[in-house]
């Protein structure tokens, strides 16, 4: 029989043998450096809008006539408008307006459109019918009309700074969307073996929805909410610049373009361009992060 000889070295300890988890913060920089780059983007907003007090140098709704149509300069670095207003301020306190609506709106519809399209994929029959020829008439209406609709229809609710009809109006378009995604997700997770054993348990309805397949529609929840975050931003600056959403003197983006594109767009550029990149930026940033956030949520993407 041969000796077999065993050194210290030869045999592997378990933590050895295990190797290392990356980190995920640092792999979702090497592997989606766009999403990374619009999270920066999208947390300079926030910071923005946290600090705007801090940040603008001037107050946004202050005239001065004497300092009306400045170009850019030392002391008013984006310019000021036709009331004297400074344009760097107006813009970073117009990020408070653009990410509380936008968010909110995002969450509210995405929230509702989820719940709505769990019910409805688990239940089905009836009810699956008639939810989804709702949603069918909801979806043949564009974006913007249906959210001018409401807009007229409700009127203003200002709450704590922010427009809630406003915040109505934008998150209703989204709510058939997220109904859809949150439907064809159910119909699959419906049909796994611990439904049943949910429902052999004697689970209710209400409390499988609730605590087995809600949780299980997260990351599509989680994208699609990033996804709509862009959209209302998009849509709060439409509706502000047709004059129903935020009205003077709050500090809105598109607000800003309203004012400023009729009479002002050869004398005084700097009144669209900066506002106009505000927005783009924004939307870009929330666009890349969750496309980015898709890719990184779904593992045949991120493979």
């Keep these: 029989m041969a000796n077999i000889s065993i050194t210290p070295g030869s045999i592997a300890r378990p933590a050895d043998a295990i190797p290392k988890r990356p980190n995920p913060v640092w792999l979702f920089i090497r592997t989606q450096p766009l999403g990374f780059a619009g999270l920066i983007v999208i947390l300079a907003y926030l910071a923005a809008a946290v600090g705007a007090q801090w940040i603008a140098p001037y107050d946004p709704e202050a005239i001065d006539f004497t300092a009306m149509l400045t170009p850019p300069n030392s002391e008013h670095l984006l310019g000021t408008d036709q009331f004297g207003r400074d344009v760097f301020s107006r813009i970073v306190y117009g990020a408070r307006t653009a990410l509380a609506v936008g968010i909110l709106s995002s969450l509210f519809g995405c929230t509702l459109g ?59 378009p989204f709510i058939p969307k997220m109904t859809r995604i949150a439907r064809s997700s159910t119909l699959s997770i419906a049909q796994m073996p611990y439904i049943d054993a949910a429902r052999a348990a004697g689970y209710g309805d209400g409390r499988i929805i609730m605590r087995h397949i809600l949780p299980n529609i997260v990351a599509p929840y989680l994208i699609m909410t990033t996804a709509f975050i862009a959209q209302a931003i998009l849509l709060e600056a439409s509706l502000s610049f047709l004059g129903l959403g935020v009205t003077e003197p709050t500090p809105a983006w598109g607000l800003m373009l309203s004012g400023a594109s009729a009479d002002f767009y050869k004398s005084a550029p700097w009144m669209i361009l900066f506002p106009g990149l505000a927005i783009t930026l924004a939307v870009f940033a929330f666009n890349m992060f969750g496309d980015s956030l898709r890719d990184w949520l779904d593992p045949k993407m991120r493979s």
């Design 114 to 172: 989820a719940i709505i399209g769990a019910a409805s994929g688990y239940w089905g029959g009836r009810i699956d019918t008639m939810i989804q020829r709702v949603v069918d008439v909801m979806l043949s209406f564009p974006i913007i009309v249906l959210a001018m609709v409401v807009v007229a229809v409700l009127g203003k609710r200002p709450l704590l700074g922010v427009d809630m009809n406003l915040v109505a109006a934008i998150a209703l």
